[in-house]
Every structure is written in structure tokens, then in C-alpha cells.
């Protein structure tokens, strides 16, 4: 693989938050950065040095990111996977897009990680809803129907809790073909940050506790509460699927935890991921300069975890509260990503919090009251 050094372009397909803080982890490097996004003035655009403004699948514009990039990656997994498929042929996308075409459908995802290895809750396939309905006494109640394509922050999925319900997952299939799962009471839930270069070094960052407030990311605390031989099993099986997959890049591996210990593989994110924001003040590496490291050829370093650490994410309707007790919590590391609006629920920015004391922290967190 070519090395990309200090002074070249890196490319980015999407503007968001992930895209602006994988460009300001690249600039400290002395990268310049070109970005493609739908949204003139995205979060990313606005620490760019060259903003591509037209939809993921305009074929001109991907052709202008290409000329202007040494190196292409991107900040999310929706985004168009033939247009893709078809700069990988003829730029320089270290990552290809076999693994963005296998993360957008949740049928092939589940198949490639059983084929890793790793374990994964019972599934069935269900194209339809008659084969749903068919189907789903193999796995039995209660169950997640979730869409095979799309969904996100636990939109796109439904949980039927008998066969009397299932007349509830019907929409769902109105959108996209859908997978079900088995409900696995679990714990805890966990996510593991790996990642790879093209000559394979590997390696993960401390493993996160994720903590969710209707079906959003609330909380990462790092590193989790977790035996010690939790944390090896998720690690396993996250260089399981990493080299199964022949990552270049970044993988988030979400998990959870069960009554026993054992872990269950729920999803996979191949880029930087929100439980993994902590890095960026708690380790020696972040995961967005461990990212450009990856796919600009070089050496990556091995993650070292300074002190325990809490993220919170910063949605719209905490960014106004957050702004009146800046003063009070100097310790606070505070990220906001330049969105314009702050609706409900949108993600506005996180705060990192290093302590010698989690639970005393957790209970700042809540007696700041910006979270109630």
C-alpha cells in the first residue's frame, strides 16, 4: 500500500462529526483535507480545505474528490455503495467498499460475523412478512425485528413480545427486507474499537461500557465494568471479525454482555465511532489519528489509557444548559461539532470527563443537571 505523507490530501465521504474530528486529528499531522457532503457548511466542511457539496452518488463529484485526494475514506456506512465501488477501482480507498456493502445490510453483516467466528445472537432471515411470520417460531419470543437495510439509535427496529404481536413488525417491512433476532437478556452492553492497517498490524482500544437513553447513546465509561476475562473474549472477537473482513481502517464492535460473562456480537460500524470519542483526551492515540494512521499506510501505535474516562453525549436540548456551567467543571473536555440547529435528540457535541473516580463522576454528571 502507498504511504501517504504529511503535506497530501485525504478525502472524505461525509461532512459530519465523525468527518470533522477524523479532519482535525489529520490536520495536526499536516494533512490537508477534501470533503464530499450533500449540506454546504457541514461540520466536517468547516475545518476542510476543499468542500465537494453534491449527494454521494453524483458521479462528477466523486470523480473531483478522487482528483484532488491522495487518499479516500469515510466517516459513516450509509452512504452510496456502487458509486464507491466504482472510485475504488480507479482511487486510492485503502478500506474498499466490500465492507461498507456488508454493514449496510444486516443479513449479509450477521452472516460474515457468524463466519468470523464470533458469536452472534439466533437470527432468521425474513425477505418478507409472510416469511416473518413463517419463520420466527425457530427463534421464538420475545424477538428484534429490525430492518435489513438502514436504521439507527434504534429507529428501524421493533421488539414483538409474542405471536400475538407480530402484526407489529408489518410496517418494517414496508421499508426494506428484515432480519429477527432472538431477545438476549444481557448486562451489560460493551464496544470495541479496532483497528487495522493494510500489512495487518492491529489493535483495539480499551473497551467501553455504553450506556443508552432511549436507544441513543448516553454514556461511555472506560474502561468497562467488566471481568477481566470480559474484556479478553471482547477483544477475541473483535480481531475475529477484523481479519475475517481484512479490515483496513476503523471497526466499532458493539456487543453484550450476558448473566454468565459470555458475549453476543449485536452490530458493526466500519469507521470511528461515538463510544470510542473518549480516546481523543484519555489515550495517547485517538481513534481518529489512529484512523489516519491506518489508512495512510503508516504504523499504528498501541492505545494506552491515561486514566478512567465518562463520555456523554451533547444532544439539542442539553447544548443550552451545557453553556451556563462551563465555568463550574473546568475538568471537562467539551466537544461541540458547528450544527447549526440543536433539535431534540440531534447530536451536538460529547464531553470527556478523565477521573480517578467513576462513580463520583457519575454522580456529577447527574447533579450538573444538564442531563435531567
Known sequence: MKTILPGGTIGIIGGGQLGRMMALAAREAGFRIAVLDPTKNSPCGQVADIEITAPYNDEAALEQLAEVSDVITFEFENIDYEGLKRLAEKANVPQGAELVRITQNRMAEKAEIRASGAPVAPYIEAPTYKDFVDRVETIGFPCIVKTAFGGYDGKGQVKVDSIDQVEEARPLFEHSQCIAEAFVP???????????NAAG???TLPVAENIHVNHILHES???????????EEARKAAHQIADHLQLVGTLAVEMFVLDDGAIVINELAPRPHNSGHYSIEACNVSQFGQHVRAVCGWPLREPKLWAPSIMVNVLGQH???LEQVIGDYPDWSIHLYGKAEAKHDRKMGHVTIMTDSIDETLEQIKQSNIWN
Open 319 to 321: 447544548v443550552a444548559p
Open 201 to 203: 498490524e492491529t489493535f
Open 186 to 196: 444481557f448486562e451489560k452492553e460493551i464496544s470495541v474499537i479496532i483497528q487495522r
Open 221 to 231: 465509561i472506560v474502561p468497562a465494568r467488566i471481568e477481566q476475562s470480559v474484556h
